[in-house]
């Protein structure tokens, strides 16, 4: 340790409840941040595996332009057989092809304008929440029954219950007339009321029989393993993919957009409060060091007249504020990591965010994420922020004069 560090630490401790008490709301914050941060991060997680694994999937392979026009003719060639070899070129289990169609859906009282999705009973269930969220009956269990599965909303719209027919009225691939009558087997419950209200599955088998279809599909649907490997594994499939066939691969972000600028909304919001903290900290280590500073005029006005230059001394100056800020950096971040990793085992519950939670398909209970990243991100921009805040007492010093600063008191 060289002279300036030891006079730094020196003078770090000449008052100590005043360094404490600057470390003391450096920790606060930076504690504060981490377990906010952490929260905040979790909760994208969950929103968008939630959200994806309900229905959409982190990949889909379509046709190009079927994502944006969604015409019944925008298929996948093959798409069983395209589906089976991503399976054993990715060795994943949780891929499968669904179709979709606009139909008139009727039952003996009413009728409404509802997408009804060909899947397939075997894989769906991997790749979709749905199944699993059916409340009533259940799930198709063969590719060709002609068997419907609605939403609780719809079930109620339509006055339907278990067993009754449903009428589907509709136009096929070869833009034919298409209709048939399914029986209602299952309704879900997925605490969303758009999706609840607005879609129904039948099988596969089923779908392409009334829709004309030929084998092909409009979707092959890829759920991966978390969304760290969706670029790597988007990259695989468009290799994959066979040449000249007019097929794309879109990721979870196009397919959602509205969710990650919901996310960006959030974090922009978040961030803003963030930033007034970051603010509020560094105005009090500013206020800290510029006491310092005038407090030791007559001091520094000596060494000055020695031959120290000014550059010396504001260096001196943020070292010692470097110091406290490191300080506070890492007990922020054990204080804030070991709150956080509490949560993370009993979970965080927002009050009055039940609904909010329903609209996004997510549960009432958050669990916070704890990384390097949401460790040490508030943490570093008050140690950068703090830093910054002590330019000013540090520059001051190259404004004074020798002579001057002797004289004062």
């Known amino acids: ?43 994208y997680e969950l929103m968008i595996d939630n959200t994806l694994k309900a229905f959409t999937g982190h990949l889909q392979v379509q046709a190009v332009g079927y994502k944006d026009d969604l015409k019944i003719r925008q298929v996948v060639p093959d798409a069983r057989s395209v589906a089976e070899r ?17 139909v008139l859906l009727s039952s003996e ?68 007339f298409a209709a048939a009558v399914a029986e209602v087997a299952g309704i879900f419950d997925s605490g969303v009321t758009d999706m609840d209200r607005s879609i129904a599955e039948i099988p596969v088998g089923f779908f ?50 509205g969710l990650k600028q919901a996310i960006q909304a959030d974090i922009s919001s978040a961030f803003f409060m ?22 030791r005029t007559h001091e520094f006005g000596i060494v000055m007249s020695l031959g120290v230059t000014p550059g010396r001394l504001g260096t001196l100056v943020i070292l010692e504020t470097g110091m406290m800020a490191l300080a506070g950096l890492l007990l922020g971040a054990l204080a804030g990591g070991l709150v956080t990793l509490w949560f993370t085992y009993n979970g965080f519950s927002y009050p009055g965010m039940d609904q909010m939670a329903a609209n996004f398909n997510l549960p009432s209970r958050f669990y916070p994420q704890v990384t390097v990243l949401t460790l040490f991100l508030g943490p570093a921009v008050v140690f950068v922020g703090s830093i910054l805040s002590s330019l000013y007492p540090a520059l001051r010093l190259h404004w004074l004069q020798p002579v001057a600063a002797m004289r004062a008191v």
């Open 1 to 43: 340790m060289n002279i300036t560090s030891r006079l730094a630490w020196r003078n770090v401790w000449r008052h100590p409840r005043r360094t404490w008490l600057t470390i003391g709301a450096m920790v606060f914050s930076n504690a504060l941040l981490v377990f906010m941060i952490s929260i905040q991060f979790g909760m």
């Open 86 to 102: 991503l399976r054993s070129e990715l060795e994943l289990e949780t891929i499968t092809v669904r179709s979709s169609a606009f």
């Open 109 to 176: 009282d009413r009728s409404y304008g509802v997408q009804v999705f060909g899947v397939d009973p075997e894989y769906e269930p991997r790749v979709s929440s749905i199944p699993g969220l059916v409340r009533e009956g259940h799930y198709p269990t063969g590719r060709d029954a002609q068997e419907i599965v609605i939403g609780k909303v719809l079930a109620r719209n339509l006055r339907v219950g278990l067993g009754d027919e449903l009428t589907l009225l509709g136009s096929g691939r070869d833009g034919s």
């Open 208 to 257: 392409d029989d009334v829709f004309y279809m030929e084998g092909a599909s409009h979707a092959v649907v890829i759920v991966t393993p978390d969304l760290a490997s969706v670029p790597g594994i988007k990259s695989r499939v468009e290799a994959s993919l066979p040449i000249n066939e007019g097929l794309v691969v879109h990721d979870w972000d196009a397919l959602q957009p």
């Open 274 to 295: 963030y930033g007034i903290l970051v603010i509020l900290v560094a105005f009090s280590v500013m206020n800290t060091q510029l006491m310092s500073v005038l407090e």
